[in-house]
């Protein structure tokens, strides 16, 4: 049984940093992705950050240059570096593990639909304020 758990959200004003972890137990797959996605209310789940297994990483325009995605495999745990904070990145912030991925000639990568996630945490809120 996969068990995802997220922490380190909180209200923060415009400029600052967050730093978002996700706790994983279980087993997911010998090849898989992981995910940071975002909700705000009224809008869709959106996918933001993604790291496949192997190393790759995926993240939406909108968070480039000001998020990372990193891994501590020791602690087995994923993290979102989030830096330079605007209030439209106000929202629950959820991780999610999924077993599926694709293949193109440069590697494998992860979907970016939330559909394509098996497992999910909880969420944390992210406030961002002006």
């Known amino acids: 049984q996969v068990q995802l758990v997220e922490s380190g959200g909180g209200s923060v004003q415009s400029g600052g940093s967050l730093r978002l972890s996700c706790a994983v137990s279980?087993?997911?797959?010998?090849?898989?992705?992981m995910g940071w996605f975002r909700q705000a209310p009224g809008k869709e789940r959106e996918s933001i950050a993604s790291?496949?297994?192997?190393?790759?990483?995926t993240y939406a325009d909108s968070v480039k240059g000001r998020f990372t995605i990193l891994r501590d495999n020791a602690k087995n745990t994923l993290y979102l570096q989030m830096n330079s904070l605007r209030p439209d990145d106000t929202a629950m912030y959820y991780c999610?593990?999924?077993?599926?991925?694709?293949?193109?000639?440069?590697?494998?990568?992860?979907?970016?639909?939330?559909?394509?996630?098996?497992?999910w945490g909880q969420g944390t809120q992210v406030t961002v304020s002006s």
């Open positions: 279980g087993y997911i797959s010998s090849r898989y992705c």
């Open positions: 790291r496949e297994s192997g190393g790759s990483t």
């Open positions: 999610a593990a999924a077993s599926a991925y694709y293949s193109t000639a440069t590697g494998y990568y992860c979907i970016q639909s939330a559909s394509g996630y098996n497992y």
